[in-house]
């Protein structure tokens, strides 16, 4: 079966320390997306690549970058931490449109 | 930007019971429509996708679409404990394998 894993699986971090999610997949996807899950929210998409080098916008990308060096691993970054971004974050890969999506077990982050 | 309505929030059905989910989205241009699940601790792993108007059924699951409205069920029948989990609805249209979740539903079966 397709494997995406993540790293870190736990952190805590402080308010404005940089914080980096780290991905990486072994299905050959071209696409790769960052969620985060939150009661009532459900799964929501902050940012997500087409490949090696590309990095786009999701629907909340605001105090998040994303970098993906190549096609096997794409990493979520927050530059200035701030509790509201205590969530918990889940990397997946995925073929193009009506392809299924690979979700890695998720990172717990808490920014106090 | 889509918006996807899913109820309810949560579920409790006894075992040997129905169970079913209801997603509706916003986005015309909608076109692959996927049920994922989720059990505690774990990532969401895909249950099924359903691509055209109709049911699709696979054993005790099946999913319903109709495109006109843009309405997705999911249905589960002789509900086993095992089905315990967060459910969620997801929609994507031509952008490269995006998918839209909704908020889930957390079903409860009772042995």
């Known amino acids: 079966e397709a494997a995406v894993t993540q790293s870190p699986r736990n952190k805590v971090a402080v308010t404005g320390g940089k914080v980096t999610l780290s991905c990486n997949q072994t299905?050959?996807?071209?696409?790769m997306y960052w969620y985060r899950q939150d009661t009532g929210h459900g799964l929501r998409l902050i940012h997500y690549?087409?490949?090696?080098?590309?990095?786009e916008k999701g629907d909340i990308p605001d105090g998040y970058k994303a970098s993906r060096p190549s096609q096997e691993n794409f990493s979520l970054i927050l530059e200035l931490a701030t509790p509201s971004q205590t969530s918990v974050y889940f990397c997946?890969?995925?073929?193009?449109?009506?392809?299924?999506?690979?979700f890695g077990e998720g990172s717990r982050l808490i920014v106090v | 930007q889509q918006k996807v309505q899913q109820s309810p929030e949560s579920l409790i059905v006894p075992e040997g019971g129905m169970a079913s989910l209801n997603c509706t989205f916003s986005?015309?241009?909608?076109?692959y429509f996927w049920w994922y699940r989720q059990h505690s601790g774990e990532g969401p792993k895909a249950l099924m996708?359903?691509?055209?108007?109709g049911d699709k059924k696979e054993g005790r699951f099946t999913a319903h679409l109709n495109k006109a409205s843009l309405h997705v069920s999911l249905h589960i029948k002789d509900s086993q404990p095992s089905d315990s989990a967060l459910y969620f609805c997801?929609?994507?249209?031509?952008?490269?394998?995006?998918?839209?979740f909704g908020a889930g539903t957390q079903l409860i079966v009772i042995p």
């Open positions: 997946a890969s995925g073929g193009n449109s009506g392809n299924t999506l690979y």
């Open positions: 299905n050959n996807h071209n696409n």
């Open positions: 690549s087409y490949g090696a080098g590309s990095t």
């Open positions: 986005d015309r241009n909608s076109q």
């Open positions: 996708s359903i691509f055209s108007n």
């Open positions: 997801a929609g994507g249209g031509s952008a490269l394998g995006r998918l839209h």
